[in-house]
């Protein structure tokens, strides 16, 4: 009898000293960043705070959007970061996101956040029309954006999935928006998507299947984000390069917000200052290609890849991207999308 009371003072003891172990507590990301992005800087925050297990889904931004919209009565996350800024736009006009006012809010440019401090810029991308290099060179590749669209490229085009890609909808949507400013109407936008349409040979259902058709045996060509490109090819070693338009390029301003109803709200203002010190954002820029939208770090400070890249800026109304998105892409989904 003495020894199975002992027995049982040894496993209270050993219970007891589980419950005083103090549990860690969560924080959980969603983002388009990747995996290795994300994973990098799940283990610096962690490394800085050993009472946080870091946990992060990559998903497309539109599998964001909806997931955050869906979960909005019962938020499961506690940080939005990186989506182009229409997303954080419409979500903020949804009451989805949290105010918080960065220590560094007045060196970002007021384009590239919210006037009410729902959501603030982090990455200025600009868009490319990227390209097979093992078949193509720059001189062979489309230069501009009515290149890629004309009669000369059908059945080379490669996309992800525009309906689950932040990315594509806002360059879909962007060239309705400009065709607005320029016409007063969308027609020019929609015939130059319909021939985009004629000359696509896929719609991939994530970006690794987008890569693998793009990089394949046929002189394939696509319209992405530059750091992505820099990145696949100089990591995983895809034969790609690519052209920034003649003409000028769409550059998307990607952001990070608190979402509404976090319960871990001091641990996420944390997390949303730990990713956007200028020691991180360099950091990123120099191992991840990203362009930080803070204009107070120092050029000289840039890796030599951004200190040596030079575009022009599209004109682009965003908050009217932000406003027709939805609308435009179910008309392209049901009038201009072929099965592929």
């Known amino acids: 009898m003495r020894k199975y009371i002992v027995y049982l003072f040894i496993a209270v003891a050993i219970l007891s000293g589980c419950h005083l172990k103090k549990a860690k507590q969560k ?106 290099s093992n078949k193509l060179s720059a001189d062979k590749a489309p230069k501009d954006w009515n290149e890629i669209a004309s009669p000369a490229w059908r059945g080379k085009v490669v996309f992800r999935n525009p309906l689950a890609s932040g990315t594509l909808r806002a360059i879909f949507c962007a060239m309705l928006a400009r065709s607005v400013a320029q016409t007063g109407n969308e027609e020019q936008g929609w015939k130059w998507l319909r021939q985009l349409d004629s000359n696509t040979i896929v719609y991939a259902a994530d970006p690794t299947q987008m890569y693998n058709k793009l990089g394949g045996q046929n002189e394939a060509v ?90 022009t800026t599209l004109d682009v109304d965003w908050d009217v991207v932000a406003d027709k998105e939805t609308e435009w892409m179910k008309k392209w989904d049901a009038t201009i999308k072929t099965s592929k």
């Open 222 to 311: 696509t319209l992405w984000n530059m750091p992505d490109m820099i990145l696949q090819k100089d990591k995983y070693h895809y034969p790609f390069g690519y052209n920034i338009p003649q003409s000028g390029t769409i550059v998307l301003t990607d952001g990070i917000a608190v979402i509404k109803g976090t319960k871990n709200e001091a641990l996420a203002d944390s997390f949303y200052e730990f990713v956007t010190t200028q020691q991180s954002l360099l950091m990123q820029a120099q191992k991840y290609y990203r362009i930080p939208s803070r204009t107070d770090i120092p050029r000289d400070s840039f890796p030599d890849w951004l200190k040596n890249t030079n575009y």
């Open 27 to 132: 924080l959980v990301i969603y983002s388009p960043h990747g995996k290795e992005m994300l994973g990098e800087f799940e283990k610096l925050f962690e490394a800085a705070h050993p009472d946080v297990d870091v946990q992060w889904l990559d998903m497309g931004s539109q599998e964001v959007f909806d997931r955050v919209s869906t979960e909005s009565q019962n938020p499961q996350a506690d940080i939005w970061w990186g989506s182009p800024s229409t997303m954080f736009i419409r979500a903020e006009k949804l009451g989805l996101l949290q105010k918080y006012k960065p220590t560094w809010a007045n060196n970002v440019p007021a384009y590239a956040k919210s006037k009410n401090d729902f959501w603030y810029g982090t990455f200025s991308t600009p868009q490319v029309i990227a390209f097979n």
